[in-house]
């Protein structure tokens, strides 16, 4: 059990260009969820996945945001056209169920220039 | 919707002292989950303590304990004596009790940074 991986740690991109991050979620966790964490602030929710199944997404998720757990282990998250305000810090989390526990990476951080 | 509230940006304790980090929410739940969760520079963020709230006596883990107030929605976080390691932000988070259809989500607060002089 080597815990939550993402991948990358740091990502620096323009303004406009699409980034994608990867989280490998702990094995037989089929749950996954995505916070992102902006300076001075506590994680905010963005979505979760029961399996392959995404069953919430949250308001900050804009139509620019899409994820997808596509065989229900790892996760993506794409941001089309980044805006400086994407820059953050993107968290991923997993847990083995209802009643257990969020694990989580050590995220993804994004700076937009 | 549910909110936290840590009212203490950065706290600082001597080592070995006793340091307590305040939090407040806000919900009309009746029955619900809280959690304190450590993030120290640079790593990953884990969960320190958690309390049900159908639990009346307060959790404790080690050094880590809680004052559970469920009328005044308050939840504090007391580290005993406190060790270098102990040095991180800790944030204060709620989630539903997801048996009644409440969301998976964790709800955050801001967060208290935590000093530990030696």
């Known amino acids: 059990d080597t815990g939550v991986s993402q991948d990358p740690r740091h990502k620096i991109t323009k303004r406009g260009q699409n980034v994608t991050f990867r989280c490998d979620p702990i094995?037989?966790?089929?749950?996954l969820y995505w916070y992102r964490q902006t300076l001075g602030q506590g994680p905010e929710f963005l979505t979760y996945f029961q399996n392959e199944a995404q069953l919430e997404k949250s308001r900050l998720l804009s139509d620019r945001f899409s994820a997808e757990r596509p065989k229900g282990s790892f996760s993506t998250l794409e941001i089309q056209r980044t805006e400086q305000g994407d820059s953050a810090m993107y968290l991923c989390a997993s847990s083995l169920g209802l009643l257990h526990e969020q694990y989580f990476g050590p995220g993804t951080r994004l700076t937009v220039t | 919707a549910q909110t936290v509230t840590q009212s203490q940006p950065e706290m600082s304790v001597q080592e070995a002292e006793t340091v307590t980090l305040s939090c407040t929410y806000d919900t009309s739940e009746s029955d619900y989950y809280l959690f304190w969760y450590k993030q120290p520079p640079s790593r990953q963020m884990i969960l320190v303590i958690r309390?049900?709230?159908?639990?009346?006596q307060n959790a404790t883990e080690n050094r880590f304990s809680v004052n559970f107030q469920k009328a005044a929605k308050s939840f504090s976080l007391k580290i005993s004596d406190s060790q270098l390691g102990d040095a991180a932000m800790y944030f204060c988070?709620?989630?539903?009790?997801?048996?009644?259809?409440?969301?998976?989500?964790?709800?955050f607060g801001k967060g208290t940074k935590l000093t530990v002089n030696p």
């Open positions: 988070a709620y989630r539903s009790d997801l048996t009644q259809g409440g969301s998976e989500k964790l709800v």
């Open positions: 094995s037989e966790h089929n749950r």
């Open positions: 309390q049900e709230a159908y639990k009346q």
